[in-house]
């Protein structure tokens, strides 16, 4: 029969590229279908790196390509196997990584898997502190950042003290960051005392025993992620929490004074890592700080991130003006900053239940688009990111309600799964000129990005470079000819 097809089927599964031991980096690769793959001469672009001849990849296997076995085992352990050494780098900035089979269509290299990672947001920079880059869903495109996890399990925080008076139980984070809190409980030490806090798996709604103040209103229920049960809360700080600015419940009423009890709660780190304090107040001497970040990698083995993801949509911020000078207008005659939004599948997509933000760690939801807007297949939707969102008219005139800096900055794509934002694409652009735009090339792929001088907006993305040419060239310059070499 025909020879098994291996795009989709082998992928990049797991990357070390800034672990605390010098050159103890690897990347791993997993054939995750029930075929086998013969990789004897296929290479990885970007590592240097090709298989020799004979390899064999067997179905649901993992394959480990160290750069340097001695440091990999001091890092990892002796039980994670080594299949090769690379001579290549992995660049601590970041890196794009492409597995190739030789002699494809006229001759050409055929990819099989292309995936590029950053050391900082929206990749997780736990990534960029030691943590491995752990692929969640294998069956997706696994060229977006959501698709990627770096470090994070749920952690359990506890206190055994005397509660004293305490009357009330607060919750904050000191600084700004999100995360998932799950299964809060307060209870007296003996054996099957019942837990004073009302709502603490977070199972019904938020409203009622807990109080939020403004800098946790973006805080919510979130449906598919928890440490028991269904549900979590997925508090987002936009500021750091002090003082009244902390999430509270009254427990003056249910708990007696002078008792022990014990203050026990789990906390999930969504991208970065985040300081969580909770206590009771006041005179108790519960309270705790924790901070919410796991360093882990699992060479060789399956992840600790694996989860089932719904497939992205394929669509892209593809390209964007921060500063429009002489630029397209918008419906009320102003120039103004905006982002460009493509389609690069064969389908009509609906961009119902999308968000465009100008952050990749706060409120991720900033902006969502209106109810019913589509865009068509290879076609282009145009955003004006300039803070009127007033100026907004139906399905056709779209204006976010925050507006681009002129010159360095960011804008994320984002969707909600199981309640929590997901970053789907991004763009940052740093020290972008006037008049100039900056995005995708070619359109609708996160690979290659650049600064376009022929700005295109609703119009597939030009690269136009510097008209030098080679005027005059002479091939035979004898002893005889003008010119001399003046060394």
């Known amino acids: 029969g025909p020879a098994p097809v291996p795009e989709g089927a082998v992928v990049f599964n797991e990357i070390s590229y800034a672990h605390q031991i010098p050159n103890a980096q690897f990347v791993e690769i997993y054939n995750r279908t029930n075929l086998a793959f013969d990789l004897s001469a296929w290479r990885i672009n970007g590592l240097d790196y090709e298989f020799p001849s004979g390899t064999v990849l067997r179905p649901g296997q993992f394959l480990v390509i160290a750069k340097d076995p001695g440091a990999f085992r001091a890092a990892y352990g002796t ?14 900035n970041g890196e794009t990584l492409t597995l190739l089979i030789p002699g494809g269509t006229n001759y050409s290299e055929v990819v099989v898997d292309k995936m590029r990672y950053e050391n900082r947001r929206p990749w997780s920079p736990n990534a960029a502190s030691g943590a491995s880059l752990q692929l969640i869903d294998s069956s997706i495109d696994n060229s977006r950042p959501s698709d990627w996890g770096a470090g994070g399990s749920w952690l359990n925080v506890t206190r055994t003290a005397n509660i004293a008076n305490a009357t009330n139980l607060l919750l904050w984070l000191p600084g700004v960051g999100n995360c998932f809190i799950d299964d809060i409980s307060l209870s007296a030490t003996n054996e099957g005392a019942p837990n004073i806090v009302l709502n603490g798996d977070f199972e019904s709604e938020l409203s009622g025993p807990w109080i939020l103040p403004a800098i946790y209103s973006t805080s919510y229920i979130t449906n598919g992620v928890a440490h028991s049960g269904n549900r979590s809360l997925f508090i987002n700080g936009t500021l750091g929490g002090s003082g009244l600015n902390v999430i509270q419940q009254w427990i003056g009423s ?58 992205y949509d394929p669509l892209w911020l593809n390209e964007l003006q921060a500063s429009n000078v002489a630029g397209i207008t918008d419906n009320f005659g102003d ?19 999308y968000f465009l933000a100008d952050n990749y760690g706060g409120n991720l939801q900033q902006w969502p688009f209106p109810n019913g807007l589509t865009v068509g297949s290879r076609q282009f939707k145009l955003v004006w990111l300039d803070g009127e969102p007033q100026e907004t008219v139906g399905l ?79 091939a035979g310059n004898t002893t005889n000819s003008m010119f001399s070499d003046p060394a």
Do not use: K
Request: glycine content about 8%; hydrophobic content about 40%.
């Open 254 to 311: 249910r708990v007696p004074t002078n008792l022990v009890c014990t203050l026990s709660y789990w906390i999930l780190v969504n991208t970065d890592p985040v300081t969580v304090r909770m206590r009771t107040l006041p005179g108790s001497s519960i309270d705790t700080t924790a901070l919410a970040q796991s360093i882990v990698a699992t060479p060789g083995a399956n992840n600790s991130f694996a989860a089932s993801l719904p497939a």
């Open 79 to 92: 039980n994670a196997l080594v299949f090769d050494t690379f001579h290549g780098n992995l660049d601590a």
């Open 335 to 353: 120039r103004d900053p905006w982002v460009e939004i493509y389609n690069g599948g064969s389908n009509t997509l609906s961009l119902d239940g």
């Open 396 to 474: 056709t005139h779209l204006h976010a309600n925050f507006r681009l800096n002129s010159t360095t900055g960011s804008v994320a794509l984002v969707r909600i799964v199981a309640g929590a934002p997901q970053i789907t694409d991004y763009l940052t652009y740093t020290a972008l000129g006037a008049g100039l735009s900056y995005g995708d090339y070619p359109d609708g792929q996160p690979f290659v990005r650049r600064i376009f001088q022929s700005v295109t907006p609703s119009g597939t993305n030009i690269s136009r470079g510097v008209n030098v040419f080679i005027n005059e060239w002479m």
